[in-house]
């Protein structure tokens, strides 16, 4: 679905992004890994050995945008275009309102928005002379209701949703189409970590009965990254079970 496309995926070393990188590599992409370092990003382009040649690491500071734009552009250089961009790294947090420090709230909005922007307007400037290029931001259930706790990480995901709806609205004219995917309860390893019992109760209040895997989020991302959905720009796609908070 994906041949001869390039995509570069944030924070693509574990969890939904490995599994993004990995549906996107099955699908003949070329894929290039995000993440916070260079160890990370090298240890899972090992794992990814059988792909060589389609791969490539990058670990630029995403709140940077001179070296973001840098290393985007190597990738237009390497691969000669860069067709899709998923924004997946982000950071969570379950702390209280009582508890929260500027600094901690700071931060969250950083990994989780400011850097949602600063990879969509570098991929957006390459996008633009391309005439075309699919960007896809990963949101959260929690970005529609709201959660009980950690207050900073639903507000990122409501302020991830705005921006995929205007950029879509900004950007269609140029040939990019922007959407988001919203994930439910994931059983990356921070799930994988809970006990069975919790991940069951959990289970129990979904109505599709369990919680969802990486790849049931990549495969949106495939579905939305590729030309199956050329009409389809400004939606946050929901990949939840249909669950409530
Ligand atoms: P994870 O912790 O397994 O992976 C996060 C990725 O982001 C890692 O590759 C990490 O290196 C990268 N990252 C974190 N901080 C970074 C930084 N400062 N610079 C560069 N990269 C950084 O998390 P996950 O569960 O796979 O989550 C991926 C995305 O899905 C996040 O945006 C998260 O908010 C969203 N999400 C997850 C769930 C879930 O249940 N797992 C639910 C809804 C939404």
Known sequence: MLKNKTAIVTGGTRGIGLA???????????????????????????????????????????CNPQEVAEAFSSVRERFGSLDILANNAGISSRTSIYEYTLEEFS????????????????????????????????????????????????????????????????????GIRVNAVAPGVTKTDMVAALPKEMVDRISAGIPLGRVGEPEDVANAFLYLASDSADYVTGVVLRVDGAAMV
């Open 107 to 174: 931060k969250i909005l950083d990994i989780n928005l400011k850097a949602v922007f600063v990879c969509s307007q570098a991929a957006a400037r390459i996008m633009k002379e391309q005439g075309r290029g699919v960007i896809i931001n990963t949101s959260s259930m929690v970005g529609e209701y709201g959660q009980a706790a950690g207050c900073g990480y639903p507000a990122t995901k409501f302020a991830v949703n705005g921006l995929t709806k205007s950029l879509a609205r900004e950007l269609a004219g140029d």
């Open 20 to 62: 993004i990188v990995r549906k996107y590599l099955e699908n003949g992409a070329n894929v290039v890994i995000t993440g916070s370092r260079q160890e990370t990003v090298e240890q899972a382009l090992e794992k990814l050995q059988e792909y060589q040649g389609r791969t490539m690491g990058i670990w630029p500071d995403l």
